[in-house]
């Protein structure tokens, strides 16, 4: 079945510091959605990407869908400490109509700032 | 407007015994999902729904009941709980599986199994 993997498990940063996490799909996905969970917390959506190569930006937020559809990643600059928690990526496999029935979640990135 | 209510919170369970999570909707939404996130893990689907009467498994099916009787309302059953199912639930909610849909979650029930 469909995998996806998500890298770092954890990462540590200054605050101010640039944070980038990786999402590899192991098939061409159909979309891929990105979800932030903060500490005790539940997922909220943060966005979507459907297109190869598409690239979209929510002021400090950047995120990125691979040209082949099987990679994403979501870079944030200057991190600030309202940026502190598990970011996940969520992929949409190319057979499904692309909702959450036919999402496979990776396991996140934990955000871990330093004031 | 509430979004997806989830109750109970917390709840701490002896094991063989049985409990229902409930939740409800708001936004007239017809898909509906359970999931359950382990300790520093990703989000598994137990079970959805895409529209009252018509429930479907998910990943990780074994161990839990659903049931859609009305739009708002999809309850999660757990039979003979087991130490294997605490984790904390959620329950989700979106318009439609199209491509560009968002997903609202609600804010978790935590449960534990002893």
């Known amino acids: 079945g469909q995998q996806v993997m998500q890298i770092p498990q954890y990462q540590h940063v200054q605050e101010g510091e640039d944070f980038t996490t990786y999402c590899n799909s192991s098939?061409?996905?159909?979309?891929i959605q990105w979800y932030k969970q903060r500490p005790g917390g539940h997922p909220v959506f943060l966005i979507q990407?459907?297109?190869?190569?598409e690239v979209k930006k929510q002021k400090r937020l950047t995120f990125q869908f691979g040209e082949a559809k099987k990679n994403s990643s979501l870079h944030i600059t200057a991190t600030q400490t309202t940026d502190v928690g598990t970011y996940f990526c969520?992929?949409?496999?190319?057979?499904?109509?692309?909702?959450?029935?036919?999402?496979?979640f990776g396991k996140g990135t934990h955000l871990i700032i330093q004031p | 407007n509430a979004g997806v209510t989830q109750t109970p919170k917390f709840r701490i369970l002896k094991i063989g015994q049985s409990m229902t999570l409930q939740c409800a909707q708001d936004?007239?939404?017809?898909?509906m999902y359970w999931y359950r996130q382990d300790p520093g893990m990703g989000l598994k689907l137990i079970y959805y729904?895409?529209?009252?009467?018509?429930?479907d498994k998910g990943e990780v099916p074994n161990g839990y009941n659903v049931s859609r009787s009305t739009t708002e309302d999809f309850p999660l059953r757990l039979e003979l709980a087991a130490p294997s199912q605490t984790s904390v639930y959620f329950c989700?909610?979106?318009?439609?599986?199209?491509?560009?849909?968002?997903?609202?979650f609600g804010e978790g029930s935590w449960l534990t199994v002893v």
């Open positions: 936004m007239n939404h017809n898909y």
């Open positions: 098939t061409t996905l159909s979309n």
């Open positions: 990407l459907v297109k190869s190569g």
């Open positions: 969520a992929g949409g496999g190319r057979n499904s109509g692309g909702g959450a029935d036919g999402l496979t």
């Open positions: 989700a909610s979106s318009y439609s599986a199209d491509i560009g849909n968002t997903i609202y």
């Open positions: 729904s895409v529209g009252a009467g018509i429930t």
